[in-house]
């Protein structure tokens, strides 16, 4: 059964028991911190499980991408080892929230499984949570009830909490579970061995496909558990593990999802796949990495050195160690592959066509950045080889290994293989010392915040909590504060700082999102005036940040929001739409916003664009939104609009709303944007807009800073007030262009002044130098050891010494003079002299610094010192006549 039918017969199938389909989430999450990445089905759904949020659909299915590389869910060392961990993988899930529970679960995946993927009974086995005392849990009965009327008691078994208990991270939404297992082996092997003695034992021929999470509990900070209100469902299978069973394949990269993958990695490589097992393992690790990159680009994560962007650099680098050190691979090669990649994945992600070119030049950059990275590496480690050898070691030291891998990036992995490849080892004990000093230290740089669990005040009155935001409405209101939590951070720089967040029953203050900045102001009633510092929305939540804790916290309070602040931030947020709607009516339709930060001093928008935008563009954009600015537009704004709607309208920022049946949709003019941030009620408000700088932040995105209102004025201004300053001091004051033309001519001038000078000076050095050579049988010796004063610039004698090496053939040239104070002696020999008298000017230097207590640098051909013992130059004389006897002497 092809893959494309597996999703189809799911999404089907759950579609026909009510389930609403809705299209998976990218799979980089940019509103929950506390993740970098999707790791499983239930992540954007957090807030429903919570009671935070209503949801819009009690039943959904879905076909979530997932990646499983850092924290809590990590399979990173599997991938390519094994034969079904993957990094990237897609989710097949079906969801109740506070709707079907376990009978309908169970009875359903059975169905599901046995009727329409046509699965033999016997092939599959169930695990059910046998309790857990300290959690005060019993064994799930109610499951095992259900199973035991479809199955045979045989093909269950209980597991603990490690096996069946279904925790998202050290604190959240959690639940018993029950896992479905397959059974791959042959017949004569199951008769070998009951199929119950595999189960979670790692067993390449038994593996866990789907997983069935009845979610009911809230894992606190303390570690107990709380009970939720309602009772949840998630289930989740592996599409590339399902796909193994139904196309009776025993790896996940026979499958069609990824053999047509494999097969054009080795075609271009020209390796055969299945013959060696390290190579295998790395085809293997290439496929999978890649496709993990290509998901996440075209969610809109790049490669960087923090957070997110890190651990997709971090799966780049780990395919091209692997590509390195087993199949030979020198120069990048990712980026080819691609395009095969795109071919089989674009069905399911239809905008992957028109972001391939994209997706292929950020692999190729970061591709060839980390190849020069390895080359450099080579070439350090090489160094450290020859150090090693100089005193005599065979182990080299760890401090210069952990440098290597510390600043210049190069892998530990590929320092032990070179290690090993040259007879040496490494000095693991101070490496590893060096490591966790690293450590340690970024642990003090960082800021680890905990947060205690929930302290309620009052109940809310609302059955979800983002239902509490009046903020579009008021900057003022009567409220409640419904609880709180202290939040620590453990940033042992800082010492000491805390903070608590609040919760209010409804509140006035809009939290930092979309790009707009969070509120501030106060909470104040007779005996108490609290300042809110900041506000945030963790996922659905609105959170206050606050330094202390009113007295009477069970009073009510007026919540005034910063009134000036939040009118300049909405101009600068309405200025931006305006901004984005004149980019596309500029640019055109692949314009696409990639960021933004809109604070109550500027904006700062980021957005899809190839090109360098030119200062006739500029005027051109700025001048667009001046006057939409000018014809004081009014806003129209819809709270609740249907989404079909939206996209028929054409409105901007659809891309991340796609599962959402209404959304807000915010109008001026022609400019229509889905958004749920404040704005001025009509543009004119605005006054002026003046576009500060345009850059490109990398490839592909570009950035503009501009200024609205009060703050553009005076800028403005201040530039005024400079020019007619400057018109002052010009010599043409009616015109400072005419002015700037007229200086740059008579500096042109000067410069081919200084330029002749200079060259005339060379001339008549070099003369001055030749003039002192003596002619030996095949050797032209000048030697010019003086303690004369001379103003040369180093450069210049350089140029001087470089250019007489080729002049003059057959070169062997000391010259030394002094300049403040300094000694400066310059040797430069030709190729031949080098080769034939085997004399190496660094050589010769190293000794005539010596004479002169000074330093040195250069090569062979040509070398410098500076030094200050002026008593040292009799000593260079006598050395430079040693090798004129030695020269002399030899022919
Ligand atoms: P395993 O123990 O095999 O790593 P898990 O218990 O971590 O699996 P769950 O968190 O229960 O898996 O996820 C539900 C389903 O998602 C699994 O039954 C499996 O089909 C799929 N799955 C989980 N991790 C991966 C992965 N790294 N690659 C491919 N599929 C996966
Ligand atoms: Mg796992």
């Known amino acids: 059964m092809k893959y494309q039918y597996v999703r189809d017969i799911f999404l089907d199938f759950f579609q026909k028991k009510k389930h609403k389909i809705i ?32 949801p819009e659909f009690q039943r959904i299915v879905n076909i979530q991408r997932c990646l499983r590389v850092s924290g809590k869910h990590n399979d990173l060392e599997n991938v390519g080892y094994d034969n079904y961990h993957h990094t990237m993988f897609e989710m097949l899930g079906n969801w109740s929230f506070g709707d079907y529970s376990r009978k309908e679960t169970i009875e359903w995946a059975w169905e599901l499984l046995i009727q329409k993927y046509n699965i033999p009974k016997k092939n599959i086995y169930i695990s059910i949570f046998i309790g857990d005392e300290k959690d005060g849990l019993s064994m799930d009965k109610e499951t095992y009830q259900y199973w035991k009327s479809l199955t045979s008691k045989n093909n269950i078994l209980f597991f603990g909490k490690k096996e069946n208990f279904w925790e998202m991270g050290s604190t959240g939404p959690c639940g018993p579970c029950s896992e479905i297992h397959i059974d791959f082996r042959n017949e004569e092997e199951k008769n070998r061995l009951p199929g119950k003695y595999l189960i979670n034992k790692g067993h390449p021929k038994m593996i ?136 089989e994945m674009r069905i399911f992600f239809p905008e992957l066509e028109n972001k391939k070119e994209y997706i292929k030049h950020v692999i190729e ?61 490494i000095d693991e004990k101070s490496f590893q010392k060096e490591l966790l000093k690293q ?59 805390f903070y608590y967040e609040l919760v209010f029953s409804k509140t006035p203050f809009y939290p930092e999102g979309g790009g707009q900045l969070g509120d ?95 200062t006739e563009e500029l005027n051109k954009i700025e001048k667009l939104v001046q006057e939409l600015i000018f014809s004081n537009l009014l806003l129209e704004e819809k709270r609740s609009f249907p989404l079909k709607e939206a996209i028929k309208k054409g409105c901007l920022g659809i891309f991340h709303e796609k599962y959402k049946e209404k959304v807000r949709v915010i109008t001026f003019g ?126 210049l004698v350089k140029k001087i010494v470089l250019d007489l090496r080729n002049e003059v053939s057959n070169l062997f040239m000391v010259i030394s003079f002094i300049q403040d104070n300094k000694i400066m002696i310059f040797i430069s020999i030709s190729d031949s002299v080098i080769k034939n008298k085997n004399i190496h000017a660094h050589k010769i230097i190293h000794k005539m610094a010596d004479y002169i207590h000074g330093k040195y640098w250069g090569k062979s051909f040509f070398s410098m010192a500076i030094g200050l013992n002026i008593d040292g130059l009799s000593l260079v004389l006598k050395e430079t006549k040693e090798y004129l006897k030695f020269l002399k002497n030899e022919d």
């Not at 929950?32 to 089905?41: C, K, Q, V």
């Not at 950045?369 to 070439?379: A, C, H, L, P, W």
């Not at 055109?588 to 935008?613: M, P, T, V």
């Not at 800028?715 to 700037?740: A, D, G, M, V």
Request: proline fraction near 2%; hydrophobic fraction near 35%; charged fraction near 30%.
């Open 23 to 54: 299209p998976s989430f990218p799979i980089y999450l940019r509103d929950d911190p506390t993740l970098f990445f999707i790791n499983a089905g239930m992540n954007p759904f957090k807030d429903y499980f919570l009671g935070y949020k209503k």
């Open 208 to 343: 866990e496909i789907w997983n069935l999470v009845f979610i009911e509990f809230f894992r606190k900070l303390d570690g107990s558990l709380d009970k939720l209100s309602t009772k949840h469902v998630d289930a989740g299978m592996g599409l590339e593990r399902l796909c193994m069973v139904l196309q009776g394949k025993l790896s996940s990269y026979d499958t069609d999802i990824f053999f047509p993958i494999i097969r054009d990695i080795k075609d271009s490589l020209g390796k055969i796949y299945k013959k060696e097992f390290y190579q295998d393992v790395s085809i293997r690790i290439i496929a999978d990495h890649l496709r993990a990159l290509v998901v996440s680009i075209y969610d809109g994560q790049l490669p960087s050195n923090t957070g997110s962007g890190y651990v997709i650099r971090r799966i780049l680098r780990r395919s091209i160690i692997y590509a390195t050190r087993f199949l030979y691979k020198k120069k990048p090669f990712l980026y080819q592959i691609v395009e095969s990649l795109v071919r």
């Open 365 to 425: 950059e970061e591709e060839t950045s980390f190849f020069r990275v390895i080359e450099k590496g080579y070439e350090r480690f090489h160094h450290l080889i020859i150090k090693t050898k100089e005193k005599n070691k065979k182990i080299i030291d760890g401090k210069s290994i952990f440098q290597l891998y510390d600043t210049y990036g190069f892998p530990i992995k590929l320092s032990r293989i070179l290690a090993k490849k040259n007879d040496f080892s």
């Open 439 to 497: 450590k340690e230290k970024s642990k003090k740089d960082n800021n680890t915040l905990i947060k205690s669990d929930w302290i309620k005040i009052h109940n809310n009155q609302f059955k979800y909590e983002n239902e509490n935001f009046i903020g579009y409405d008021f900057l003022e209101y009567e409220i409640m504060i419904l609880k709180y939590r202290k939040v620590e951070n453990q940033s042992v720089k800082k010492r000491k700082d």
């Open 520 to 614: 501030n102001g106060f909470i104040k009633n007779k005996i108490d005036k609290i300042f809110i510092e900041n506000t945030i929305k963790e996922n659905y939540v609105i959170l206050h940040i606050v330094r202390k804790l009113p007295l009477n916290i069970y009073s009510f309070f007026q919540a005034i929001v910063n009134k000036n602040r939040r009118i300049e931030i909405e101009k600068n947020h309405t200025a931006t739409h305006l901004l984005h709607f004149a980019l596309k009516k500029v640019f055109g339709e692949h314009i696409q916003q990639k960021g933004s930060s809109i604070r109550e001093d500027y904006l700062r928008f980021d957005f899809s664009h190839y090109k360098k935008i030119t």
């Open 670 to 795: 022609d400019s229509s944007e889905l958004c749920l941030g404040t704005h001025v009620k009509c543009t004119g408000l605005i006054k002026v807009f003046e576009i500060l700088s345009e850059s490109s932040i990398s490839y592909g995105i570009r950035r503009i800073k501009a200024i609205t209102s009060k703050k553009a004025i005076q800028y403005l201004k201040s530039i005024h007030f400079q020019y007619k300053s400057l018109k002052k001091i010009l010599k043409y004051p009616e015109s400072p262009i005419k002015s700037f033309l007229s200086l740059k001519i008579e500096n042109k001038k000067l410069k081919q002044k200084i330029e002749k000078s200079y060259l005339q000076k060379i001339k008549i050095l070099k003369k001055e130098f030749l003039l002192k050579a003596i002619q030996l049988p095949f050797i032209t010796y000048i030697c010019d050891i003086s303690n004369e004063n001379r103003t040369l610039k180093i450069n």
